[in-house]
């Protein structure tokens, strides 16, 4: 077995390198060449911690593993990251475990990359102005990502934390970029072409009316029962694209669209993956609000993972044990 240790994943996984992989993971979903299974994702009971698991299979390559983790919300305070996970893969021939890679980076790197993924391929264009909500260690993924795939010049944010805002200023002036904090979300989604919310609450952030004709939103935030970020009339009224309509609609962005009646699995226009592969249309005009709810799926963790063990073994990284 190879072991991948935080600081090795790191060095080892870029995110122009995460983009490409798991965009072929989404592609290879929508073609029916891989799945993910059931999602477990539970309230520990201790330390108000929330442990998930997330499994999956890509046929394609193939590739098979779990990611396992959550969020311990008190670690900050202790000089850890609260995001704490770990991906396990399996030689898809025997069933073996054949890697065993830490995930913290990962997670934020794949969901960094999912959204620009999205953004690549439903944002108009000509989109230049990235807004964000949420500005902790997620929204520097976001950044950097982002600026891969589209001629981003300027950003704005708001977060609740001034040293969270004055940190992502840092990132995004030393990218070259001009840097607004702003007072609020209103200011932030009346700026934006691009809009991406990475936070963890529970409430609406943005309302129905804020956000300008030809927007694309990436809400990335919501992945549990209760997580809110969008007004549901926002979610209800735009171009819907989902990681997994299911998923999307029990613990996404769009569950609380979908208990109000406002939405179905029916009102989502395409997967991104069928975006991708071209089974499905993105964005039909210049001035339609898209929507992308990334729930965040295995095969995204999976993608990243088998990366990081590639590249170890080209570049001779990572401790091999017997196991």
Same mark, same amino acid.
């Given at each position: 077995?190879?072991?991948?240790?935080?600081?090795?994943? =790191?060095?080892?996984?870029?995110?122009?390198?995460?983009?490409?992989?798991?965009? @072929?993971?989404?592609?290879?979903?929508? =073609?029916? @060449?891989?799945?993910?299974?059931?999602?477990?994702?539970? *309230?520990?009971?201790?330390?108000?911690?929330?442990?998930?698991?997330?499994?999956?299979?890509?046929?394609?390559?193939?590739?098979?593993?779990?990611?396992?983790?959550?969020?311990?919300?008190?670690?900050?305070?202790?000089?850890?990251?609260?995001?704490?996970? +770990? +991906?396990?893969?399996?030689?898809?021939?025997?069933?073996?475990?054949?890697?065993?890679?830490?995930? !913290?980076?990962?997670?934020?790197?794949?969901?960094?990359?999912?959204? %620009?993924?999205?953004?690549?391929?439903?944002?108009?264009?000509?989109? %230049?102005?990235?807004?964000?909500?949420?500005?902790?260690?997620?929204?520097?993924?976001?950044?950097?990502?982002?600026?891969?795939?589209?001629?981003?010049?300027?950003?704005?944010?708001?977060?609740?934390?001034?040293?969270?805002?004055?940190?992502?200023?840092?990132?995004? =002036?030393?990218?070259?970029? +001009?840097? *607004?904090?702003? /007072?609020?979300?209103?200011?932030?989604?009346?700026?934006?072409?691009?809009?991406?919310?990475? +936070?963890?609450? @529970?409430?609406?952030?943005?309302?129905?009316?804020?956000?300008?004709?030809?927007?694309?939103? !990436?809400?990335?935030?919501?992945?549990?029962?209760?997580?809110?970020?969008?007004?549901?009339?926002?979610?209800?009224?735009?171009?819907?694209?989902?990681?997994?309509? %299911?998923?999307?609609?029990?613990?996404?962005?769009?569950?609380?669209?979908?208990?109000? &009646?406002?939405?179905?699995?029916?009102?989502?226009?395409?997967?991104?993956?069928?975006?991708?592969?071209?089974?499905?249309?993105?964005?039909?005009?210049? &001035?339609?609000?898209?929507?992308?709810?990334? *729930?965040?799926?295995?095969?995204?963790?999976?993608?990243?993972?088998?990366?990081?063990?590639?590249?170890?073994?080209? /570049?001779?990284?990572?401790?091999?044990?017997?196991?």
């Amino acid at each position: 077995m190879i072991v991948i240790s935080e600081r090795e994943a =790191r060095e080892l996984v870029g995110v122009e390198q995460a983009i490409a992989v798991v965009e @072929q993971a989404f592609a290879a979903m929508a =073609r029916g @060449q891989a799945g993910n299974y059931p999602v477990v994702r539970e *309230t520990v009971g201790h330390r108000d911690a929330v442990f998930g698991v997330k499994a999956g299979c890509d046929r394609s390559l193939p590739l098979l593993g779990l990611k396992a983790g959550g969020y311990w919300p008190h670690n900050a305070k202790a000089g850890a990251s609260n995001h704490q996970s +770990t +991906t396990v893969l399996f030689d898809p021939d025997t069933g073996q475990a054949m890697a065993l890679v830490s995930a !913290n980076y990962l997670t934020g790197v794949r969901t960094g990359a999912a959204s %620009a993924i999205a953004t690549r391929y439903l944002a108009r264009a000509d989109a %230049a102005v990235l807004g964000i909500i949420g500005a902790g260690v997620q929204a520097h993924h976001q950044v950097r990502a982002t600026l891969a795939v589209r001629p981003i010049r300027a950003v704005h944010a708001w977060d609740p934390a001034a040293a969270n805002l004055e940190a992502l200023g840092r990132t995004v =002036r030393d990218l070259g970029l +001009t840097f *607004t904090a702003e /007072r609020g979300c209103r200011e932030v989604a009346q700026q934006a072409d691009v809009l991406v919310t990475v +936070t963890p609450s @529970q409430q609406a952030l943005v309302q129905d009316g804020w956000v300008r004709p030809g927007t694309h939103i !990436n809400a990335m935030g919501a992945d549990t029962r209760g997580k809110q970020e969008l007004d549901p009339r926002l979610v209800a009224s735009a171009a819907l694209f989902v990681d997994e309509a %299911a998923q999307a609609m029990s613990i996404g962005e769009c569950q609380h669209a979908c208990a109000a &009646g406002l939405i179905g699995e029916a009102s989502v226009r395409a997967s991104l993956g069928a975006v991708v592969a071209q089974l499905a249309p993105g964005r039909r005009s210049a &001035g339609e609000i898209t929507l992308f709810d990334g *729930t965040g799926v295995a095969l995204q963790d999976l993608a990243v993972a088998e990366l990081a063990v590639r590249e170890a073994r080209r /570049r001779g990284a990572g401790t091999s044990v017997p196991y």
